[in-house]
Every structure is written in C-alpha cells, then in structure tokens.
C-alpha cells in the first residue's frame, strides 16, 4: 500500500514538472513570434517604468488585453485596458494624420484616405523597424473591404507625426502604445480589436452628418459603436449580406 502511495505521488510530480515545462515552453514560443527590435526594446525600456505606475494609479493591470478606439473627428485614439471583465479607459492620444483625407472610409488604393471600421491587430502586425519610427498594421483590407472591392494596404499606426492614409503618431505617443501592445501580446493576448470611427457616433453628430454619402455605412458602424458603450466589451464581428453584425465576444 505504502509502495503504491509512493509510486502515485511521484507520478503527481512528475506530471506537475512536465506540465510547468510544457507552459514555459508555450509561452517561449509565443513570445519567439512576436516581433523585437533593438529600437523597441530601448523605447519598451524608456516607457515601461511609467506606464506601470500610470496603469496603477488607475486600478489597472501592465499587460492586461486591451482594445483601441480611434477617431478622426477629433482625432483621438484611444486605449482601453480590461479590468473585472470589463474595459476601462487608460489614456487618450492625439492623432497627427494631418493630409490623410476626410470623413469616410478608404475606398481605392492612392485615395489618401484613413480606413474606417473593424479591425484586429496580431503580434505579427507589429512592426518594430518601421520607417516611422514604430508601427502596427491595421489589417486593411479586411473582409468587409473585400467584399466591397475596396482596394490598397499596409495601413498603419505608426509615429514620426506625418503620413498619407496611416494614422501618425508623435515618437513619444507610438512608443507607449507599442509598449502596451508588446506586454498584452507578451502576456498571452492573441490579437486586439481596433475600431476607427469618423466620429463619436451620437444623436448630435448623426443628425449632422445625415446627409453624407456615406450615412449608410455610418449607421452600421454606429451599430458596433453602441455595443462598446452600452457594455463596455468589443464585439465579435463578422460580415453577413455585406454588412457588419456585432455579437457579444467571448
């Protein structure tokens, strides 16, 4: 009896230490593909310190899932951090796309216009030798813009204050938000949603705008805009009939 106690206890710990080796090892190869720089790694090291203590000071957790907003009236992004399953807002960051076009989605390659819409950025996106100092790929085209033979690329958010049809960054400002990013990717978030909106889709700027070519897709983006503010959590999106439909995520 005393001979089987022994055997299964250091079957217990056997299978304790092969599975702690077995979640290093997913974490090493989760955190091999996300990209690194010699540049990111001094800007992560330059921010790190007070965006850990700005995240506390707010009740907020370094390295939690987080979720953008931008908008290009004003022009805003912001971060928002998860917290108690809900997301809170951690700071807003002025936008310097200054020559990226109008109001409205980007239609055709060369058109000069910032994307609008649902987005989602993976670790892959990152880009940390971008010739903007640093950036991340919004992932336009996405499917809705296929599906609407909407046309062009490498759409980013990067810094260096200037750009044609990305949303620019002072250095200052990209360098905390890439930071933020790398330590939710590093902390085991897949991806993080973006939606970019042309502006803060109330009652006021939807009467103002009313007579836009564009008010239909504004109506359905205002549809995904509500879910966050009603609930405080992303939707899960997905393209039905060519149009966005929002359901709770997981």
Same mark, same amino acid.
């Not at 593909?33 to 965006?51: C, D, F, G, Y």
């Not at 958010?157 to 890439?178: D, F, K, L, Q, W």
């Given at each position: 009896?005393?001979?089987?106690?022994?055997?299964?206890?250091?079957?217990?710990?056997?299978?304790?230490?092969?599975?702690?080796?077995?979640?290093?090892?997913?974490?090493?190869?989760?955190?091999?593909?996300?990209?690194?720089?010699?540049?990111?790694?001094?800007?992560i090291e330059?921010?790190?310190?007070?965006?850990?203590?700005?995240?506390?000071?707010?009740?907020?957790?370094?390295?939690?899932?987080?979720?953008?907003?931008?908008?290009?009236?004003?022009?805003?992004?912001?971060?928002?951090?998860?917290?108690?399953?809900?997301?809170?807002?951690?700071?807003?960051?002025?936008?310097?796309?200054?020559?990226?076009?109008?109001?409205?989605?980007?239609?055709?390659?060369?058109?000069?216009?910032?994307?609008?819409?649902?987005?989602?950025?993976?670790?892959?996106?990152?880009?940390?030798?971008?010739?903007?100092?640093?950036s991340f790929?919004?992932?336009?085209?996405?499917?809705?813009?296929?599906?609407?033979?909407?046309?062009?690329?490498?759409?980013m958010v990067?810094?260096?204050?200037?750009?044609?049809?990305?949303?620019?960054?002072?250095?200052?400002?990209?360098?905390?938000?890439?930071?933020?990013?790398?330590?939710?990717?590093?902390? +085991?978030?897949? #991806? !993080?949603?973006?939606?970019?909106? &042309?502006?803060?889709?109330?009652? =006021? $700027?939807?009467?103002?705008?009313? /007579?836009?070519?564009?008010?239909?897709?504004?109506?359905?983006?205002?549809? +995904?805009?509500? #879910? !966050?503010?009603?609930?405080?959590? &992303?939707?899960?999106?997905?393209? =039905? $009939?060519?149009?966005?439909?929002? /359901?709770?995520?997981?």
């Amino acid at each position: 009896m005393k001979g089987e106690n022994k055997i299964k206890m250091r079957t217990i710990r056997i299978s304790a230490i092969l599975f702690a080796f077995f979640v290093i090892i997913c974490i090493s190869l989760a955190e091999s593909k996300i990209p690194s720089s010699n540049r990111s790694k001094r800007a992560i090291e330059r921010v790190q310190p007070k965006l850990e203590k700005a995240f506390k000071d707010k009740n907020l957790t370094y390295g939690s899932p987080i979720f953008i907003r931008i908008f290009k009236e004003p022009m805003k992004l912001e971060i928002w951090v998860k917290c108690n399953n809900k997301f809170n807002l951690f700071k807003t960051y002025e936008i310097y796309t200054y020559g990226s076009g109008t109001l409205g989605p980007k239609v055709r390659l060369g058109d000069g216009q910032a994307p609008e819409g649902f987005y989602f950025v993976t670790p892959k996106r990152l880009n940390p030798v971008s010739d903007f100092h640093l950036s991340f790929n919004l992932g336009y085209p996405n499917l809705y813009d296929r599906i609407h033979k909407r046309t062009g690329g490498a759409l980013m958010v990067h810094g260096s204050c200037v750009s044609i049809g990305c949303y620019a960054m002072t250095n200052e400002g990209i360098e905390e938000i890439y930071a933020i990013d790398d330590a939710a990717f590093r902390n +085991g978030q897949s #991806f !993080f949603r973006v939606h970019i909106f &042309p502006f803060r889709m109330n009652k =006021i $700027n939807m009467e103002k705008y009313k /007579e836009s070519e564009w008010i239909k897709f504004w109506n359905n983006l205002k549809e +995904g805009y509500d #879910f !966050f503010e009603k609930n405080k959590i &992303p939707p899960n999106v997905e393209v =039905i $009939n060519k149009k966005y439909i929002f /359901e709770p995520s997981e």
